[in-house]
């Protein structure tokens, strides 16, 4: 009932940037909270960056000063700006959209994953 569409992983040099997006689509009434999650190999699935309605915003100490989550409510749109990317950065990043349905439901919904690789 809804999808979300992720782009802009690639593989970039240590300090290097990138720009993630995530758009989503379907039965919407309203979206809460958005947010961006990464698995690196052999680790555990953890929060990055979080984006509240009112535009609070929360991030994962080794990512802060260097990354920054937006969102664009007009569009549905999460994007999560990454800058000085580290080796340590990479994993696949997922993002996870929470709000409610057209009929009153409450809705969690992930994204099928982009890969970030930072290596020289």
């Known amino acids: 009932q809804v999808q979300l569409v992720e782009s802009g992983g690639d593989l970039v040099q240590p300090g290097g940037s990138l720009r993630l997006s995530c758009a989503a689509s379907?039965?919407?009434?309203?979206?809460?909270?958005m947010g961006w999650y990464r698995q690196a190999p052999g680790k555990e699935r953890e929060l990055v960056a979080g984006?509240?309605?009112?535009?609070?915003?929360n991030y994962l100490d080794s990512v802060k000063g260097r990354f920054t989550i937006s969102r664009d409510n007009a569009k549905n749109t999460v994007y999560l700006q990454m800058n000085s990317l580290k080796v340590e950065d990479t994993a696949v990043y997922y993002c996870?959209?929470?709000?409610?349905?057209?009929?009153?439901?409450?809705?969690?919904?992930w994204g099928q994953g982009t890969q970030v690789t930072v290596s020289s």
């Open positions: 996870n959209v929470n709000g409610m349905l057209i009929t009153g439901r409450p809705f969690s919904s």
């Open positions: 379907g039965s919407i009434k309203s979206i809460l909270t």
């Open positions: 984006i509240a309605g009112a535009g609070t915003t």
